[in-house]
């Protein structure tokens, strides 16, 4: 061993995520921007993807003429309507089954065999049960977000922490409180999380069910694009669904941030 | 109000953890339970609140209870459990208003045990914003705002560091000079025991049993680090728990 010091090499650090800002708007812009370049000198051909300012033009179109409006407030309502139904049911079910362990036998098994159906196939049962207008969309979204919101649910109340709740007991507070004030509050952040997968699943859900028998929605538009092969409709179509994933997603996010201010 | 344990007995599936355990805790005075990991010390804890029941025995309170005391048998637990999403004050208003005391009768009392345990700033704080010390103190405070006939700590201070121990163990005599209380008092921590306990139980290793039973004459107030009359008990507690603590440590988990 040589006598002069040496720095001791450094092999920490990395492994920890961090927040880099403007990089998912660049992925956006660079993806966009190549496929513009490629339409426009013809190395990626018309009928492979659509130019992405012909989409911007069909969808200032659809702005302008009021038929956006025409086909998102159905939509909106059948994933406000169906959500709502499944969500507060599938909450009100998972909390049953994390309290009661008789709820617990029963449910868990029922809705282990509901979830891998997939909802889709039951439509053409839906519209003979709700018939063919908005009832059966409703209860295709409320079936399809009503088991994902079960499972996340349950789980959160299984998670809450069991020392609260024997503090709970010791200060001789009421079931009804310990549910209350102690189980509900520590078992939102998992319903939350949950509701994200939840909504998503929505979502798809409601493009299917306006697949079939709807004039007006963003599934309708979708379909009707696509059986016409114009694939700037299509893409104006799908463009507004993601936007929907997103906002609905940024919503969550917003209200955990308001409501779980006091995680750690 | 006194409690008393009665030739209680415990299993777990076939592992006994306490044999025939009697044991009286009278009034106004801290009782140390020390004893090695595993003897069931917590255990007996839970079974003097009424949060587990022994298999054989009885855990019986005679007496009466303090005027304006609304949960006789009241716990300051290890991890504090507060709940996370309510400010200090919330977390002593939670066991209040199950008793219908809100508005300005729930603020005096909070106020009060906020005073008592030197928490006064905090009202507004989350526990993610306090130091363990403070979680502890206000787990304290939690306690004290329900005027409890016996306080049933499970080693209160175990998760905090040495010098927050000594803080909080001075808080602790001071608050018991100020109203003596009747406490149970389980730890591992002998220099806890010394300094808080009037009686210092042993536990012997499992099944739990009780090896001995010390009593400490010195007023709290008066008992001080580097004490040579406290150092002389704690020597013989050690001298004690020793071989107990090793054939414990040595042992097998039953899991």
Redesign the interface.
Known sequence: MSDTPKDVPFRGGGFRPRRVRGVGLAVFVVLIALIEWGTRTGWISNLTLPRPSAVLETFRNLIETGLLWKHMLPSLSRLAVGSALGISAGVAAGVMIGLFSLVRAGMVPLVAALFPIPKIALLPLFVIWFGIDEGSKYALIALGTFTPTVVATYGAVDNVDR??I?????????WA?IVR??VL??ALPGILSGLRVSIAIGIILLVAAEMLGAQYGIGAYILEAGSLYDLERLFAGVVILSGLGVLTSGVIGWVERRV????? | MELTLEAVSHAYGDVTVLSDITLGIPEGQIVCIVGPSGCGKSTLLRFLGGLERPDTGQVLQSGPVPEGCLNPLTYVFQDFALLPWRDVAGNISLVLEDHGIRGARAEAIIADVLARTKLSDFHKALPKQLSGGMKQRVAIARALAVNPAVMLLDEPLSALDAQTRELLMDDLVTLWERAPFTAVYVTHNLSEAVRLGHRIVVLSRRPGTIREVVTIDTPLGERRAGDPALEAHQARLWHLMRQEAEAADKELGHV
Do not use: D, H, Y
């Not at chain 1, 503090?167 to 507070?173: A, C, E, P, R």
């Not at chain 1, 779980?260 to 750690?264: D, I, K, N, S």
């Open positions: 020392t609260l024997r503090m709970g007991q010791s200060f001789g507070l009421s409180s004030k102690i509050p520590g779980l201010a006091w995680r750690v």
